[in-house]
């Protein structure tokens, strides 16, 4: 069965750091997601992409964030100088070519801990 | 402002019994409602969704209930089994598929 797959599964980085979170989205998909979850808290929307560009985000996603499709097949999140509160679960989804299907495919989670 | 609101945080249910989670909705421009499950250190799992145009739909021993005018949905779960043991997440999207879910219900099944 396909499967979104995210590296690393788990980052501890200094605050003030950048990180570079890294996601396989599913092959034949063309939407693609950033959702985070605090720990016991709910997951929240960051950010989607589609034909290149970023389709939509959220307050949280500010100037310190950006997303990038560098090689047709990875699907990246970068958090440009790290703060603490940016210490989360972070999951990539992944979207079906059809614009009317609703499935979310959801990775495992890059779990970052920012010290 | 919460959009999608999920009651109650965490329920304990005996095997073999219901469990019984429900979400109320703001947006009514929301037209996809998807449960998601969720395991510890796993993203969460589309479950089971219902559009706006049918006010049940059930898969197995999960079934959505939907009330349009109310705005609100539910998921129930029969015969709850120990591996059900896990967070359960409601959602809403409109066209974008930007999903809003909600808090979380922690089931947990005794046997």
């Known amino acids: 069965e396909p499967e979104v797959t995210q590296t690393p599964s788990h980052q501890v980085t200094q605050m003030g750091q950048e990180v570079i979170l890294r996601c396989v989205p599913i092959s034949n998909h063309l939407y693609f997601y950033w959702y985070r979850q605090i720990l016991g808290q709910k997951v929240e929307f960051l950010v989607s992409?589609?034909?290149?560009?970023?389709?939509?985000k959220s307050e949280i996603f500010d100037d310190q964030f950006s997303v990038e499709r560098p090689d047709g097949s990875n699907f990246t999140l970068k958090i440009r100088s790290t703060k603490l509160e940016d210490s989360a679960m972070y999951f990539c989804?992944?979207?079906?070519?059809?614009?009317?299907?609703?499935?979310?495919?959801f990775g495992e989670g890059s779990r970052l801990t920012v010290l | 402002q919460q959009q999608v609101k999920q009651s109650p945080q965490s329920l304990i249910v005996q095997k073999g019994g219901i469990s019984i989670i429900n979400c109320a909705y703001e947006n009514t421009a929301f037209d996809y409602f998807p449960w998601y499950q969720q395991f510890p250190g796993k993203g969460p799992a589309l479950l089971i969704a219902?559009?706006?145009?049918?006010s049940e739909k059930k898969e197995g021993r999960f079934t959505i209930s939907f009330n349009k005018s109310a705005k609100q949905f539910s998921l129930h779960i029969m015969d709850s089994q120990p591996g059900d043991s896990a967070t359960y997440f409601c959602a809403a999207s409109s066209h974008d598929y930007k999903l809003s879910f909600g808090a979380g219900t922690t089931v947990t099944v005794r046997a």
């Open positions: 989804a992944s979207r079906g070519q059809r614009s009317n299907t609703g499935e979310l495919f």
């Open positions: 219902i559009r706006p145009d049918v």
């Open positions: 992409f589609y034909n290149n560009e970023i389709s939509e």
